[in-house]
């Protein structure tokens, strides 16, 4: 094949490429990335204070995590990530199996997600530190109720596209609705969880930075209030970056997981 039909190739839909020439392409995306920002924040006259130079934020960055002061937000933060996101999971998945398998119990609950799920978190969290107060109750409170709702939704979606003829097939051998579910729906349902706590997973950073923003003196999210009110900018885009490679980090994690367990699926 020649050059550019090589070229050509890469641009067929869902055709797989080397894993080579996709990672070269990523890492290359990044760093031009990097480079258009050194590039604009050195020579374009811009104010530091509206867009800091990669020197200042790694710099910032390097010291932070050299003498031990951005440890402690970035572990509070991931504590506070894990715990909701942990709990929307533990309620979530049980409640979207559930509504997803038998319409009695859809009916009951799909009112209640559509409603709450399509509320703008903040416009919650005065309530939730009312009844929660500023602890870490409140932030893991304000977490939870961001990603249940969603998560409860995609997995009751996930279960109604599972089709019908293997649940058929199943009674037909003899089995009760308990092993249905356990055997049938579980099983066929796991690869595309995966995705879907991908998702949420990105959507719980979301929901605690904003809650470390407005009730919180430690995490990431509070780093940046605070750079915010002085502005140092240098600070804001270190957080940002952290935030960023943080989320790299769980997706990749979540990526191995399904690709280890669930290898007859279709990769993501």
Known sequence: MNNSGAFRSLFRIR????????????ITTFALLILTWYLVSNFSGINSIFLPTPQATFKYLWSGLSNGSLWSDILISCYRVLSGFAI???IGTPLGLLSGA???VNAVTKPLIEFFRY???SALIPLIMVWAGVGEQAKITIIVVGAVFSMTAMITDIVKGIQIDLINTAYTLGATQGQVIKNVIVPAIMPNMMDTMRMVMGWSWTYL????MLASSSGLGYNIMIAERFMKTYIIFGGIFIIGILGLLFDRMFAIINKVLFHWAEDN
Do not use: G, H, S, W
Request: net charge positive.
């Open 209 to 212: 930075i904003m809650a470390e």
């Open 15 to 26: 055709k797989e490429i080397n894993n080579r020439v996709f990672n070269t392409v990523m």
């Open 102 to 104: 038998f319409k009695i």
């Open 119 to 121: 509320l703008p978190i």
């Open 88 to 90: 929307a999971i533990i």
